[in-house]
């Protein structure tokens, strides 16, 4: 099979989704999981022919001369591609229940741009060489915008500057310069085992500028200081937080950069010389700042808004130290980290829609009268601290054994302490929830009714499977990882 | 000596040139400007000819035997530069024809100051 | 019969249908005549390029009089697909002009208005086409003319001014080439230009013929409106009538790069430049300030069409920096982003001639929310913008990818760099109108009836054939990609 099916049902769906506008939304929204269905689907026909062991490529589009747009299948890709395909359905299903039940306006915009944007996702994710990854990298910050700035209030269209700003300039002057130095001094840019540019004399000093280029172009994975849209997005709509602030868009930076890091540059070529030591501090330091900037955020949002940002930090780190373990712990990672966080930004949506709650100081006995909610609220941010029965202990594991094998126990030590952080900020969420007495919120007045209000039921739905696969994770992790296992390192 | 008379014809050209450059720049009025201009022009056309002549040579006239004569290619091109110059020179004083009716001035200073004042409001 | 006059057929086509159109004189048929006039000199231009891939250079003496006494036609791949650009996007806003014409120019001078483009058209392709040193001027003069009639045109005063004082520089500058082309003549005894790139290096005179390109290039650079020398664009694109601007933006300055690329290369040689004059030294300083500088200009018009000017002047300053590498990847650059460019920057200003359709200007703090009432011309406006910042998939990332590798390639690296620093600008300038466009509040009272108020069919069609058209250059850009390096190959060979 041809990957280049992939971007067909995101994108076959759109005139079916404008064509049924506001008018039949049932069947908008039906087109729309049925379009998820036969993604996820095609995604595991991918699989299959994967695992059967036969190469699956696609034409070229020879954009440049000697460059070419191309898709391919590779484990790295085909995590991010079944991740993203098996999201969008839970999330379309969440939204259904989330937009209806806040009542937002222009939903079939909504709806398009979460297409796009998922397409986008495909493209990136089975992207045969960095070109590919450029072009799909720039079709998701473009389709992503009008998502950020859906509510169209002033707050929300600064955060969309800010948004198309950041991003896109971070990869207009930095990662396309990076590409283009790349395509210069390799005279290829495509994605090979072991990387193009350990024989092509580049100095240690200009290794290291080309990653920090790399890393620091890569805007949306959100290593200070290019972290400032990330918290500034959470002005959208919960559904857009949870899929592509907490998953697809910021995955998607953290993925080029792993992707980067074995496939252009080899970790051969990162583990033997400096380069990647000038940077790991800078996400060591990512990782705790925005930790405790957390810690400090009454906004649920905004508090999920700095972990996420402290978590890509991990996937950062663990491409840089640029060993088999910890970059296989850095895709378990985006696994993982995908099901524990958008669990918790359903959590925080079904909050929002139940019971007009959005700072944390209110939600003290919620778990009373949402305990499903709560409950799968505890289950995601064990999976983020990274504790079992959840399958973020693993991922964070791998991480550790990566340090380890590079020989360098400070960047454990940064893990640990940044594992304390995540206890801090997120486990008294769930914990008051549960154990607290219910008071009456000063802001709404009335007092909580003593029975079960909780979100609309697809909403609902929707928490509780994203909640059980990170338990699941934990008990299965073995075709997951026998999948990542067959990334080819050299 | 030399080069000042027997290059006489370049030292007017070079004179005229900057003669017209200077009224172009200079000058305010719009038509002192295009007279600029053509002063410029024809300087170049001086330069041209200059170039064609040939001492003692004739007109290029076909007469059987070979005498010396001067260059017509350059006389067919200034031909040519000249009508150029000429509509240039139409097209510039029409367009002064139409400013000084919806400006009611041809100096450029005066203009430039409505220009300003019509861009603040 | 036809096939050999070709090169005849692209000039002969447009200068006598301006005649015709004065004796037409009703509006509608100057328009029909106008547009069949030059959607032949497309095909004719088409037949060209395709005779050109097949068979190579086309050399035709005018009237039968050979070269080098005779003028002669000159097509090779430099050219070839210029005259196809230039005569496409001409005909592409000629059929677009027609509701936004009769709306703002006075409608007893519909005739005069064709006639004018007819000829401007023609000595644009002339100007393309030949291959003789002095004709290029005659050719440059014929459009410069009719290009300041077409400017005094516009519906602003100030239109007039800004047409004299383009007609002030532009003569300037043509007096100079025609200085330069005289001082070759002088030193070489020669006017065609393969003639003169064979004599040029045994010279008597080696002064007379840095005087003859100091001249050339000044001049050219006037006319191609090359910062610092770019003083009069501002004022004739913001005054002149919209569609006229859409028109010049995509020709009139591409054209005369064409020609200083002719000269620099062809005429004068790679050698001779660059490496025993440097001119690099002048014309990189003149692209990286000119790039930069226009485009922080750019950010604080208010006016779409003075932004739009400015970073026109901007965008002209990658086409030098391309050129100015002076290596086959530079100038491929530089050549594919002279196409990507004209396209692009055309379509921007057919966009902004459809708010101004509706509007009556195009003042960006009035297109409060304008993608409620003008949706299609919004999507156009944004599409465009896009290429011009250089988002993937349009043609300005694919010129502009070539220009950064070929700028690295040399090792001039902080010239890529600040290419993509001014491409950062472009995001700003763009940006700032899309932000208005799409999200602002309406501010000022709006005179526009509520609801979807478009511009015309006749307007949106054009404008969308050429947005599809560079589109589909930024997809398949290796096939600009393709014709560039071919341009470059025989631009640095010097004439074969």
Request: glycine share 8%.
């Amino acid at each position: 099979m041809n990957p280049i099916w992939t971007l067909l049902p995101p994108l076959l769906v759109i005139p079916f989704i404008i064509g049924f506008g506001e008018r039949f939304r049932n069947l908008r929204e039906a087109s729309i999981i049925i379009a998820g269905i036969w993604l996820l689907y095609l995604n595991n026909q991918l699989y299959n022919q994967f695992v059967a062991g036969n190469a699956i490529t696609s034409g070229e589009l020879p954009l440049l001369a000697h460059f070419s747009l191309k898709l391919s299948v590779e484990p790295m890709g085909l995590v991010f591609g079944l991740l993203a395909s098996f999201l969008w359905v839970v999330t379309t299903v969440y939204s259904i229940g989330y937009m209806r039940g806040h009542d937002e306006k222009n939903q079939t915009r909504f709806y398009v741009c979460f297409s796009l944007a998922i397409a986008g996702v495909m493209g990136a994710a089975y992207a045969d060489n960095l070109l590919t990854l450029f072009v799909a990298y720039e079709a998701i910050t473009i389709a992503t915008f009008p998502l950020v700035t859906h509510a169209g209030t002033q707050k929300a269209q600064n955060a969309g500057r800010l948004y198309l700003g950041l991003l896109m300039s971070g990869s207009i002057a930095l990662l396309l310069p990076a590409m283009i130095w790349v395509a210069t001094a390799a005279h290829t840019l495509d994605f090979v085992p072991g990387g193009v540019l350990s024989d092509v004399g580049l100095s240690q000093s200009a290794t290291a500028v080309l990653l920090a280029l790399f890393v620091f172009g890569t805007g949306k994975a959100a290593i200070m200081p290019m972290h400032r849209w990330l918290p500034a997005a959470m002005v959208a709509p919960t559904p857009v937080s949870a899929l592509l602030h907490a998953v697809a868009v910021v995955k998607t930076g953290v993925f080029v950069l792993l992707k980067v890091v074995t496939y252009t540059f080899g970790i051969d070529m990162l583990s033997t010389t400096a380069a990647a030591q000038y940077l790991l501090p800078v996400a060591a330091f990512t990782v705790v700042a925005s930790s405790i900037v957390a810690f400090t955020k009454d906004n649920l949002k905004a508090r999920l808004a700095y972990s996420t940002i402290s978590q890509l930090s991990y996937i950062i780190m663990a491409a840089l130290l640029a060993t088999t373990m910890s970059v296989t712990g850095g895709v378990f990672h985006i696994v993982t980290h995908a099901f524990g966080k958008i669990t918790l930004f359903f959590c925080a949506g079904a909050i929002m829609v139940a019971s007009h709650k959005t700072e944390i100081s209110q939600m003290k006995g919620l778990g009373k009268t949402m305990p499903i909610t709560m409950g799968a609220f505890l289950i995601g941010a064990l999976s983020i601290i990274g504790l079992p029965p959840a399958a973020g202990m693993w991922s964070k594991l791998f991480i550790a054994g990566g340090s380890l094998e590079a020989n360098n126990l400070i960047w454990i030590a940064v893990l640990m302490l940044s594992t304390v952080l995540n206890i801090a900020y997120l486990m008294p969420i769930a914990i008051n929830a549960f154990f607290e007495p219910n008071k009456p919120s000063d802001q709404s007045g009335a007092p909580l009714a003593n029975e079960w209000q909780e979100a609309p039921f697809a909403s609902l739905w929707a928490i509780v499977v994203t909640s059980s696969v990170c338990i699941l994770l934990f008990l299965f992790p073995q075709p997951l990882m026998s999948l990542i296992g067959s990334i080819q390192w050299r | 000596m030399n080069t000042i008379l027997g290059l006489y014809n370049y030292w007017m050209v070079i004179i005229l040139m900057m003669a017209g450059l200077y009224i172009l720049i200079a000058r305010y009025n719009l038509i002192k400007k295009i007279i600029g201009l053509s002063v410029f022009q024809t300087s170049i056309f001086y330069l041209y000819i200059t170039m064609g002549k040939v001492e003692g040579g004739t007109a290029p006239i076909l007469t059987g035997d070979p005498a010396t004569y001067s260059n017509p290619v350059v006389h067919v091109l200034i031909l040519t530069a000249i009508v150029v110059g000429v509509a240039t020179t139409a097209v510039a004083l029409a367009l002064i024809v139409r400013i000084h009716e919806t400006y009611d001035t041809i100096e450029d200073d005066e203009i430039k100051a409505i220009e300003m004042l019509e861009e603040d409001s | 019969m036809i096939a050999t006059q070709l090169p005849a057929l692209q000039i002969i086509i447009p200068l006598f249908a301006a005649p015709l159109i004065v004796l037409a004189r009703r509006s509608e048929l100057a328009w029909i005549i106008a547009l069949v006039a030059n959607f032949l000199c497309v095909l004719v231009a088409w037949d060209l390029f395709q005779l050109v891939n097949e068979q190579g250079i086309i050399r035709y003496s005018l009237g039968g009089w050979a070269a080098p006494t005779g003028i002669e036609y000159f097509v090779d791949t430099v050219n070839a697909p210029l005259l196809l650009l230039v005569s496409s996007i001409s005909a592409i806003v000629v059929a677009y002009a027609y509701h936004s014409v009769k709306k703002s120019i006075d409608s007893t001078k519909h005739y005069l208005f064709y006639a004018a483009w007819m000829l401007c058209l023609s000595g644009l392709l002339g100007m393309l086409i030949t291959g003789d040193a002095f004709n290029v001027f005659v050719f440059l003069e014929i459009s410069s003319l009719s290009t300041y009639m077409l400017i005094a045109f516009g519906n602003d005063r100030r239109a007039l001014t800004a047409s004299f004082r383009y007609l002030v520089l532009g003569s300037i500058g043509a007096s100079f080439i025609l200085i330069g082309i005289g001082f070759l003549y002088a030193a070489t005894g020669s006017l065609n230009m393969l003639d003169l790139a064979q004599r040029i290096p045994n010279a008597s005179s080696e002064r007379a013929i840095l005087v003859a390109f100091s001249f050339i290039s000044i001049g050219l650079m006037i006319k191609s409106a090359i910062f610092p020398l770019h003083a009069w664009l501002a004022n004739a694109y913001h005054f002149a009538p919209i569609s006229v601007t859409a028109f010049l933006a995509g020709t009139a300055t591409k054209v005369s790069l064409y020609v200083l690329l002719r000269f620099l290369f062809s005429v004068f040689g790679t050698q001779y430049n660059f490496e025993y004059l440097l001119l690099n030294v002048i014309l990189l300083p003149a692209a990286v300030f000119g790039f930069l500088i226009m485009s922080v200009v750019a950010i604080f018009q208010t006016d779409l069409r003075r932004m739009l000017a400015y970073s026109s002047v901007a965008q002209i300053g990658y086409i030098v920096a391309g050129i100015s590498l002076a290596t086959q990847a530079g100038i491929t650059a530089g050549y594919a982003h002279i196409i990507n460019h004209a396209l692009i920057k055309t379509a921007l200003f057919m966009s902004v001639g459809c708010i101004i359709y509706r509007l009556g200007h195009a003042h960006r703090p009035s297109l409060d929310n304008l993608i409620q009432t003008m949706p299609l011309t919004c999507v156009a406006f944004i599409v465009s913008g896009l290429g011009l910042i250089g988002v993937p998939f349009t043609g300005g990332f694919i010129s502009k990818f070539t220009l950064i590798s070929a700028s690295m390639e040399k090792g001039w690296w902080v010239m890529g760099g600040l290419v993509l620093v001014s491409s950062v600008l472009a995001i700003i300038y763009i940006g700032r109108v899309v932000d208005v466009m799409l999200f602002r509040k309406q501010r000022l009272p709006n005179p526009m009836p509520q609801g979807r108020n478009e511009a015309p069919l006749s307007m949106l069609v054009p404008m969308y054939v050429l947005i599809g058209l560079s589109l589909y250059l930024g997809v398949y850009g290796s096939e600009t990609l393709t014709v560039s390096g071919e341009a470059a190959k025989q631009l640095l060979g010097g004439f074969r």
